[in-house]
């Protein structure tokens, strides 16, 4: 079994480098998804990335209870899970509550609006909320998704507890270096999803693994196209999550922390032209509250 690389965040919470990713859809049945996540934990992996929304925490839940039944874990100490408030649940009186459901595999949740119920948010009042998780002992580290360099100026201005992670979009067609050196100055670690451009969903690319430079790079050096883009992640000083339900997959997507990437390769990726692929099309509404996904973005597109 493969040792995974650690990060040590703002919190004191070590993070493994490498996670699973359980964001698909349609959502695959529960059996499906436990049977993968116990895969990946007899793999080596212990990061798990869900979110109510994913509809995913239930399985996830399952695939612990059933590692540690048949001894492939020892505690429930060894992994790290992150879950996610959805949009819906952030109110100041909802982020508890949300969280507790979660905790107890009971928080999926639907995408039941439209972008023209999209209303400010009161950043303040969610975040204290937030700080109360952690002050509980509901969370061991809180964070954030999707925030540009202004909304996390916003948020330092006002937190207590900093965000201890910013969990975004990047892959070599869509790098984020000015958010990453932001992050990077305030002691906010990145994790990147979507390293693979989201392959085999409705919201997804086949944009970075048609990369030419990605293609040029993977023949020179044996690797599949998928781990030059993890690796490239790895090696940007953050961490990453990939979904996969495929035992081989996963084994894959584990075997890149033993090769490098050449300088001159990682030099010819830094000048591939960029462009976002999230692009969040239901929060967007010439009615709403997000005209465009330039607005939405704070003008990071």
């Given at each position: 079994m493969a040792v995974m690389q650690q990060v040590v965040l703002s919190s004191g919470r070590r993070m493994p480098v490498l996670g699973m990713g359980t964001a698909t859809y349609p959502v695959p049945p529960d059996e499906i998804m436990t049977s993968a996540v116990i895969d990946a934990i007899e793999l080596g992996y212990r990061?798990?990335?869900?979110?109510?929304?994913?509809?995913s925490e239930r399985a996830v839940g399952q695939a612990i209870a059933t590692a540690l039944e048949r001894g492939l874990i020892r505690s429930r100490d060894e992994l790290f899970v992150t879950t996610k408030l959805w949009c819906t649940d952030m109110h100041a009186d909802r982020v508890v509550p949300a969280l507790q459901e979660s905790l107890r595999l009971k928080g999926d949740k639907q995408i039941i609006f439209t972008s023209e119920d999209m209303i400010p948010l009161d950043m303040p009042?969610?975040?204290?909320?937030?700080?109360k998780c952690q002050s509980l002992g509901l969370a061991k580290s809180i964070g954030v998704s999707n925030f540009t360099c202004r909304k996390l100026a916003d948020l330092l201005s006002h937190a207590k507890i900093p965000p201890a992670v910013n969990q975004v979009e990047i892959n070599p067609i869509w790098q984020q270096r000015k958010l990453r050196d932001?992050?990077?100055?305030?002691?906010?670690?990145?994790?990147?999803?979507?390293?693979?451009?989201?392959?085999?969903v409705f919201w997804g690319s086949n944009d970075v693994l048609?990369?030419?430079?990605v293609k040029r790079i993977a023949q020179s050096t044996g690797k599949s196209r998928a781990q030059v883009c993890l690796r490239w992640g790895v090696e940007q000083g953050g961490s990453i999550v990939v979904k996969s339900f495929n035992k081989e997959r996963l084994k894959e997507n584990m075997e890149i922390f033993d090769w490098?990437?050449?300088?001159?390769d990682k030099e010819r990726l830094s000048l591939v032209p960029q462009k976002r692929l999230i692009l969040v099309h239901p929060f967007i509404s010439p009615n709403g509250?997000?005209?465009?996904?330039a607005e939405f973005w704070d003008g990071d597109v």
């Open positions: 990061h798990f990335d869900t979110a109510s929304i994913y509809g009042t969610v975040w204290e909320a937030m700080e932001f992050c990077s100055e305030k002691g906010i670690h990145v994790t990147a999803y979507s390293l693979l451009g989201a392959i085999g048609e990369c030419e430079e490098h990437l050449k300088e001159e509250l997000y005209k465009s996904h």
